[in-house]
């Protein structure tokens, strides 16, 4: 029953997370920003605004496909929030210009998580398959350097975490000091901001709960040595 209820919550909560940022979503793209500004003039606003002129905005298909690529100097945002002209559009764009903020800023979290995406990746692609095969043979040092790679992954988790609320704190600073939204609409914009939040939430918190269960499994196997 233990296992069964773990289990569930593995599977609930980030489902949970993902209902909320796509009714968040919904809802807010539905609603007008009184500025009357796309999306792609909300990010290039504010990219001025902070001197970041070579940074550029393009439109990406996809639905919340929207990102900042710091290798090309680009915030991507997806055609619906490039070209329209909604709260929720204004919210996304702007979080992902806190992101351009945070690279020209050399913002210390963002170069940490840089550092960590080889050995993340790895992590992530590899060690389960490194953890299932020191279970099934009974090797606790395998199992040992799989809980070690999931553990970059893990750490890359939650070193995201600093690095996505800093761009909506930075977000929500910016929409307001340029006029983007009005004060009656910041309530609407940050709804759209926690809720994208919490998506990064839940991966993190599985993340950790799923490297926990592995070194509980490593420890007992010790102990039955």
Not at 109 to 138: C, D, K, Q, T, Y
Not at 146 to 171: C, D, H, K, W, Y
Request: net charge neutral.
């Amino acid at each position: 029953m233990g296992f069964l209820i773990y289990f569930a919550i593995l599977i609930i909560i980030p489902i949970w997370a993902q209902m909320k940022v796509k009714s968040a979503y919904k809802k807010y793209s539905q609603v007008p920003a009184s500025s009357g500004m796309t999306g792609a003039q909300v990010a290039r606003k504010i990219l001025d605004d902070n001197g970041l002129y070579n940074v550029t905005v393009e439109p990406i298909p996809g639905k919340l496909t929207d990102h900042y690529d710091p290798r090309a100097k680009a915030v991507r945002l997806s055609e619906e929030n490039y070209y329209g002209h909604s709260v929720a559009g204004a919210a996304v764009a702007a979080h992902e210009v806190g992101h351009a903020m945070q690279d020209a800023e050399d913002y210390a979290f963002l170069r940490f998580r840089h550092a960590l995406v080889p050995v993340a990746n790895f992590g992530s692609n590899s060690a389960i398959f490194i953890i299932l095969a020191g279970i099934l043979m009974s090797i606790p040092n395998l199992l040992l350097l799989g809980i070690v790679f999931m553990a970059a992954a893990v750490v890359f988790q939650l070193v995201t975490l600093p690095v996505e609320f800093n761009a909506s704190s930075r977000a929500m600073e910016q929409i307001v000091s340029v006029g983007v939204i009005r004060n009656n609409e910041e309530r609407e914009t940050k709804k759209v901001l926690d809720a994208a939040a919490l998506t990064y939430v839940a991966a993190a918190v599985v993340a950790v709960m799923e490297l926990l269960r592995f070194v509980l499994m490593y420890i007992g196997m010790r102990n039955d040595d």
